[in-house]
């Protein structure tokens, strides 16, 4: 009965019994258990253990839109932490794709988007894949209703605390802390900050492009009035020094985004010629001087 309801295509293994797909598997030894246990339980999915011992292993084993996966084979008695940790990573990218689960990246931008009843939603734009994948995964968890966020949340996979905004049915993450104690009308405004400066080419920020040109709009909406601690806008004329730079030393102050030397570097290596590393530090050394930039350690940060 070895090979019962046991069919295999191309590397992997089925278990088909009366044109009913059980399950697909790496190995036909992880197929015959499954299938063992599915005969002895009369077919019956919800009488499938989660730990199933084969070969001196342990195999993880959930079921998942009626089919039998292997989540994972373990030399150690896996934990309920443990298997419930597979469970969700599985749930989130069934396919093991580089995102997951309704998230793509455009250029920059990482993008939520899932096709409901035929058309294409969109519910955010990230410039962080951990932004993203916290949202997803909430979303995830709460079919898809974006009124299920709270202010500030708990993400357990970052070990940090998130700011969340739903605007015009997007989910924006506003900013990431290790603390609960935090002041959600300066992260509010510094959020509309951030938007300010990439309407104005100060920053830019391509996930917050659906908000250039709603400043008004989004401070009686969150309350708050846009403020810069750096940039006095009636005063300074930020506009005009980066119109008066030169090509390359444009695209060295659009390089800076909380960025290393290396990091700049690499972005701008279509320019690369001779003295490529002293001409961009002679141009970052400019910036700073003229208070377009600073410098933070180790990193390069627009003012």
Request: charged letters at 35%.
């Amino acid at each position: 009965m070895k090979e019962k309801y046991v069919r295999k295509k191309g590397s992997h293994y089925n278990i088909i019994r009366n044109s009913t797909n059980y399950g697909r598997f790496e190995s036909i030894d992880d197929a015959v258990l499954i299938r063992d246990e599915l005969v002895e339980n009369g077919w019956n999915l919800d009488s499938l253990g989660e730990i199933h011992e084969l070969n001196g292993e342990f195999l993880i084993v959930k079921v998942i839109d009626d089919k039998v996966c292997i989540l994972e084979h373990s030399k150690d008695m896996p934990s309920k932490e443990k298997i419930n940790e597979l469970y969700l990573k599985k749930l989130r990218n069934p396919n093991n794709s580089r995102y997951g689960l309704n998230i793509t990246k455009v250029f920059d931008t990482f993008v939520i988007k899932k096709r409901i009843a035929g058309d294409d939603y969109i519910f955010g734009y990230y410039d962080r894949l951990e932004d993203a994948e916290f949202a997803r995964n909430h979303l995830l968890e709460n079919s898809w209703n974006v009124n299920e966020f709270d202010q500030i949340m708990y993400d357990a996979e970052s070990s940090t605390y998130k700011a969340v905004e739903v605007i015009d049915d997007r989910v924006y993450i506003l900013d990431s802390f290790k603390t609960d104690k935090i002041s959600i009308d300066e992260v509010r405004a510094d959020f509309l900050n951030r938007i300010r400066k990439h309407e104005m080419g100060l920053a830019r920020h391509p996930h917050l492009d659906e908000l250039k040109g709603k400043i008004p709009e989004l401070e009686e909406h969150l309350n708050v009035k846009t403020r810069d601690d750096v940039w006095d806008l009636e005063k300074e004329k930020p506009l005009e020094m980066i119109f008066s730079m030169t090509p390359f030393q444009k695209s060295v102050y659009d390089a800076v985004n909380h960025s290393t030397f290396d990091e700049i570097k690499k972005s701008l290596i279509r320019y690369k010629s001779g003295n490529f590393d002293e001409k961009i530090r002679k141009n970052l050394d400019e910036l700073a001087d003229s208070g377009m930039i600073v410098k933070n350690g180790q990193y390069y940060d627009k003012r």
